[in-house]
Antibody, heavy 117, light 110 residues
Framework: EVQLVESGGGLVTPGGSLRLSCAAS????????MKWVRQAPGKGLEWVSS????????FYADSVKGRFTISRDNAKNSLYLQMNTLRVEDTAVYYC??????????WGQGTLVTVSS | QSVLTQPPSASGTPGQRVTISCSGS????????VNWYQQVPGTAPKLLIY???QRPSGVPDRFSGSKSGTSASLAISGLQSEDEADYYC???????????FGTGTKVTVL
């Protein structure tokens, strides 16, 4: 069974940093691209970043480019999102998702990031 | 901000057919396949339709998808109470070099 478990969310002040992790199991992690998608409270889904299986291809939404860094460790079956210079508008539930082709098929349960003073 | 436009809400009585539209552009729906997600509030999104009209294993055949030009649609036939949820279309956008989601449609079963 495919499982994705996010962790690392919490409360952080504006300008601060946070590192999210996503532990994958139930599939060959190294064979799949992965994405981070977020959802602000009461709002819709917003794609944040994508990384290919070998980390060769990485993409970011303009809203996070230069502040967030996606990475993965295939030996540890883990996906990461380093978030720096956080803003109030980055407050959201962050989901990691497995990718087939260009679309997410399985999603984790999400981890809440709150940016507030 | 979303680049794919959906109606904010749709509703129907049990057994009715409900259709949700998704309008995009030549850089996203016009060139790439469309996927649909169902999200019950408080839970993670679930893949409902992929590659325009394909259903993952376990998704009832009441759900169907289609695409024409720069628009797509999701149809729910034989609406059931458990179909109350938010629905999002999504596609890769070649101009943005990113994956874009629709604005979302809340389906209510009356």
């Amino acid at each position: 069974e495919v499982q994705l478990v996010e962790s690392g969310g919490g409360l952080v002040t504006p300008g601060g940093s946070l590192r999210l992790s996503c532990a994958a199991s139930g599939f060959t992690f190294s064979s799949y691209s992965m994405k981070w998608v977020r959802q602000a409270p009461g709002k819709g889904l917003e794609w944040v970043s994508s990384i290919s299986s070998s980390s060769k291809n990485i993409f970011y939404a303009d809203s996070v480019k230069g502040r967030f860094t996606i990475s993965r460790d295939n030996a540890k079956n883990s996906l990461y999102l380093q978030m720096n210079t956080l803003r109030v508008e980055d407050t959201a539930v962050y989901y990691c998702a497995r990718v087939i082709g260009d679309y997410p098929d399985y999603w984790g349960q999400g981890t809440l990031v709150t940016v507030s003073s | 901000q979303s680049v794919l436009t959906q109606p904010p809400s749709a509703s129907g009585t049990p057994g009715q057919r409900v259709t949700i539209s998704c309008s995009g552009s030549s850089s996203n729906i016009g060139r790439n396949t469309v996927n649909w997600y169902q999200q019950v509030p408080g839970t993670a999104p679930k893949l409902l339709i992929y590659t325009n009209n394909q259903r993952p294993s376990g998704v009832p055949d009441r759900f169907s998808g289609s695409k024409s030009g720069t628009s797509a649609s999701l149809a729910i036939s034989g609406l059931q109470s458990e179909d109350e949820a938010d629905y999002y279309c999504a596609a890769w956008d070649d101009s943005l070099n990113g994956y874009v989601f629709g604005t979302g449609t809340k389906v209510t079963v009356l």
